[in-house]
Nanobody, 124 residues
């Protein structure tokens, strides 16, 4: 089993920045794709960014140019650097990974494991 724990969420004003972290424990040797999703109450969960085992990334059009996904394999940690935040970015953010069986893109990534989420609130 794989466990993911997010941290780094909080409240920030429009234009501010946050960096989310996701530590991964358990057997993730077979994981190919990692990514971030977000969800607001009453809305469907949407993909934010993905990164493959060799570092290839994809982004939602809503965050491209503002957010950067990265990972530190040695530390078993996934990151999401969020810049130029606006109120539309307010959501619970979840990190996720799979067992190497899904396409590592926003459109096709099907996670097998999810973190508990961390709240990001952006005030105007």
């Amino acid at each position: 089993q794989v466990q993911l724990v997010e941290s780094g969420g909080g409240s920030v004003q429009t234009g501010g920045s946050l960096r989310l972290s996701c530590t991964v424990s358990g057997n993730a040797a077979a994981s190919y794709c990692m990514g971030w999703f977000r969800q607001t109450p009453g809305k469907e969960r949407e993909g934010v960014a993905t990164i493959t085992n060799d570092g290839v990334t994809t982004y939602s059009d809503f965050v491209k140019g503002r957010f950067t996904i990265s990972k530190d394999t040695a530390k078993n940690t996934l990151y999401l650097q969020m810049n130029r935040l606006n109120p539309d970015d307010t959501a619970a953010y979840y990190c996720a990974t799979d067992n190497g069986l899904s396409w590592c893109t926003i459109q096709w990534f099907k996670p097998d494991y999810w973190g508990q989420g961390t709240q990001v609130t952006v005030s105007s």
